[in-house]
């Protein structure tokens, strides 16, 4: 691990996939205390990123130690007046990094961040990890401002292709001390992965998720930007890549990824939704509209967001309103997906 200066702002706004195509996404917002990942997943994008195609030493953990001014952005994001909800766990793992900020800094990472959050009830933050690191956080009193989320997979693949992490079962225990002591958690359940005993596996993570009753799960299938470049990457690394023999070649009907062929996620997600308990809410994270229809499903919030009624989403609904008064062809609207 490593540990510098930031130079560049710790706040910016995903930039998203592009305009006037069909991937339902919000241009959410993410703060970046580090960058990297100490965790070798088989699949993690973080490896074809310049800068850590440049630094490989880089990609186990860069801890940025200037927070005074990570705190000062955070404070001045903090103003705004429409609420909104910020993510840390984008360039790095969201939690893993809380005991090398208290070594440098002389205190966790998230006792520096969640005190502003708790201090006022507009704006949230969500942690999103894999790591079960929770001995700062839960010393902290709970508040509804802040969301604890897990990334989480069937067991077979956390051993096969996650490599490092703490195993599937060991973050859902994290995540369930974490809601005895009072914060609200959601899980990501994703990458799924069409491994030959998958309805098993699934079966068996989502049996989990239904008793700790999350206030969101998202799900996501297995991805990447670029097929055969994340997978040299892998290999560059020393990581399992026979994960990407579950791929197709083919990008997704928007041209932004490649993905699992799309008859066999429909049935994957179609699956978890079925099998999650009433009263858990479901969203798709960067996935084409196409699939949204196929399954049936209409947005209300995702996991970046605080919901429906987020700024962004009011953004985004007036961002594609003028699309359209643009005259774009309404096969390329998000609109209708939008409800």
Known sequence: MRYGQRASRFIRQFSGPGDHNGIVCFKFWQ???????????????????????????ELSGLVYTNVGDMLQQLQEWLIHPIPRMMIVGELQDGLVFDPAFEKVTGKPLTHWIIPPFARQGRHRLIFLTKSTEIQHAIALPPTRQVVFSWSVNAEEVGRRWEHGTPPPSERFSA???????????????????PYPDWKCGYSEAIKRINALEPEMITLGALRATSYRGLRNAAKANGRDDSIFDYLTEQKDPSGFKYRIPFEKQ???????????????????????????????????GCHCLLGARDGIVGERRAEMAATTTRSVPPSKALLPVIA
């Open 31 to 57: 703060l970046i205390p580090a960058a990297g990942c100490p965790y070798r997943c088989s699949y993690c994008f973080l490896q074809t990123v310049p800068r850590f195609r440049f630094h490989p030493e």
């Open 175 to 193: 995540a369930e001390k974490m809601k005895k002591a009072g914060w609200p958690i959601r899980f990501r359940l994703d990458p799924m992965v």
């Open 266 to 300: 429909v049935e994957m997600f179609r699956f978890a939704i079925e099998h999650l308990k009433a009263g858990i809410t479901p969203a798709l994270c960067k996935e084409d509209k196409a699939l949204w229809k196929a399954l049936g499903l209409k947005f209300q």
